[in-house]
């Protein structure tokens, strides 16, 4: 069987690369297509394997302004070759699920998200633009929203990241179904054991939905240390107003240093609302407990009480009564922290997937679930 994965593109590693790694894994003669790549931004075990690229790839400086070439996407996603491949699995996020497949193969979309900046967040994006931008916009994005929706009748199984994705991918194509099938999390890489300090971190891209500000402002008005790890265009702002107190912004790190602030931290702050959000379960697999925004994703994966504090509303006081509210109750124990993770784990995804992808290649997804690992109740 000849498989083929379509990802958005590859300009480095985050959650949707930890997903196709770990589709690599099932699938280890599989072929990658994709719009962008850039080798020398991801892992050894993506470059092991055959990358094609779109035409968007031979656009000038697309390894760094592949999103303003959007427009084209749709008409480079459509020629690509894919004669002879069985199994064709789209990671989508960017547009990637609107590849034509070859009669009797399967497709599969693991989602991510249907695309923030055509949907959910568009008013945010649009309001963000410089003028000619915004005037733009509107025409541009009609046309990807109406490609975008007819592309789902193309895919014949959908898997989704959280329940909150299904629901928006419901409501984005149509009622289509989806398979709830959690981004996978490598436990094992991350140490629970470790002596806990008195710092709080922040932890992400520095971009207004994820609302770092929200974050220092509430450490600002406590009195608290907090560490922030992330780049992106909100880092000017964010080192401006770190010079107000004990916030240390530290910008982009290597993989072990953010293990080490993840082990080490007093809480992980989670201010913003996310598709799923891999940080606050690496977060609990290290042994620290998630103060998080009680929306999308999070309410998933933090269990209010148990191995976080979930709170309601935006806000920095909603965060400074949450961050009262964790430093007035009982210290977490770390060991049930990673029991929660544990349920994330990449042995429990690719598990899960295998069997979507079995099911629906037979057709017979109608009754499959994804694998549960059940955690233990909080000791007292």
């Known amino acids: 069987m000849r498989i083929a994965l379509v990802h958005y593109w590859l300009v480095g590693m985050r959650g949707g690369e930890r997903v196709l790694e770990a589709l ?4 280890p003669e599989a072929d990658i297509f994709t719009h962008v790549y850039v080798p020398e931004a991801v892992s050894a075990k993506i470059r092991a394997h055959p990358v094609y690229t779109t035409a968007i790839a031979r656009l000038p400086q697309a390894a760094r ?14 020629g690509l070759d894919l004669s002879g491949y069985d199994l064709v699995i789209s990671s989508e996020s960017g547009p990637a699920k609107g590849v034509l497949v070859p009669p009797g193969a399967t497709h599969l979309c693991y989602c991510h998200t249907p695309m923030r900046y055509l949907w959910d967040a568009y ?3 649009r309001r963000e633009a410089s003028w000619p931008i915004r005037l733009l916009m509107a025409p541009l994005c009609h046309y990807l929203r109406l490609w975008d929706v007819s592309t ?7 898997a989704a990241n959280s329940i909150h994705v299904a629901r928006r991918l419901a409501r984005c194509y149509g009622r289509r179904d989806a398979i ?5 999390v490598s436990v094992s890489d991350f140490d629970c054991g470790r002596p806990r300090g008195d710092r709080y971190l922040f932890l992400g891209e520095l971009v207004g939905y994820k609302q770092p500000q929200t974050a220092v402002e509430a450490c600002l008005a406590l009195r608290r240390p907090l560490t922030v790890i992330g780049g992106g265009p909100l880092l000017p702002e964010i080192r401006r107003l770190a010079k107000r107190g004990d916030v240390s912004v530290l910008g982009r790190q290597p993989d072990p240093v953010v293990r080490e602030h993840l082990s080490t931290c007093r809480a992980l702050l989670f201010p913003g609302e996310e598709d799923f959000g891999l940080v606050p379960v690496e977060a609990m697999a290290s042994g620290a407990p998630v103060i998080a925004l009680a929306r999308g994703g999070a309410l998933e994966t933090v269990l209010d009480g148990q191995t976080g504090v979930l709170y309601q509303g935006g806000t920095t006081d909603a965060l400074i009564l949450a961050m009262r509210r964790f430093e007035q109750a009982p210290a977490m124990r770390p060991e049930y922290l990673a029991a929660q ?4 784990d990449v042995a429990v995804f690719r598990r899960s997937f295998a069997a979507f992808a079995e099911a629906a290649m037979t057709q017979t997804g109608a009754g499959f679930r994804p694998v549960q690992i059940r ?3 909080q000791p007292s």
């Open 24 to 27: 690599l894994d099932l699938y």
């Open 65 to 78: 302004h592949y999103r303003s070439y959007l427009p084209l996407m749709p008409l480079a996603l459509e």
């Open 123 to 125: 008013p945010c994006y």
């Open 152 to 158: 789902a009748a193309r895919v014949d199984a959908f």
């Open 180 to 184: 709830v099938i959690h981004p996978p």
């Open 341 to 344: 993770a544990a349920r994330f």
């Open 375 to 377: 955690v233990p109740p």
